[in-house]
């Protein structure tokens, strides 16, 4: 689920900037494309590491785990969901409207969603000189 995070997420920002769904996608596997086997990678190890392990019923669990977490992030991950979210185009991203005024809006860009109030200063980081 992590894997699937890094790489909508980075689709939805170039979307959201403008860019038509291929490329978008194409933009977003490019960004998140080292992140996602990577992780799978790291898991695939963690996971393998029980076939070291001497009870023959835990070998079999690590080794099927590690293969499926790691074909989980290459073939459906980075595959099949890419084929879905080009082919889908806008309607991959279509949110009702009445659902969109019911669901909080959350972002971690905090000016992008609240201006500061009128006549309010910014505040500066770095304090005048003492004289």
């Known amino acids: 689920m992590d ?5 909508l997420s980075q689709i939805k920002e170039h979307a959201d900037a403008g860019e038509d ?3 978008s996608v194409v933009c977003g596997l490019l960004t998140s ?10 898991m695939g190890f ?3 590491r029980f076939d070291f392990n001497g009870d023959p019923t835990v070998k079999p669990f690590g080794i099927g785990l590690a293969v499926v977490v790691i074909l989980d992030a290459k073939v459906v991950r980075c595959l ?3 084929a879905r979210t080009a ?8 949110l009702a409207r009445w659902l969109g005024q019911i669901l909080p809006r959350i972002s971690i860009e905090y000016e ?6 009128i006549g309010s200063r910014p505040q500066s980081s770095s304090k005048p000189p003492r004289s």
Do not use: C, D, T, W
């Not at 894997?3 to 790489?7: A, H, M, P």
């Open 3 to 7: 894997f699937e995070v890094f790489l």
């Open 21 to 23: 769904s291929k490329r």
């Open 33 to 42: 494309g080292r992140v996602i086997p990577a992780a799978a990678m790291i």
């Open 46 to 48: 963690g996971l393998g």
């Open 80 to 82: 099949l969901v890419l």
């Open 87 to 94: 082919s889908l185009g806008k309607a991959n991203s279509y």
């Open 112 to 117: 992008k969603h609240f201006k500061p109030a």
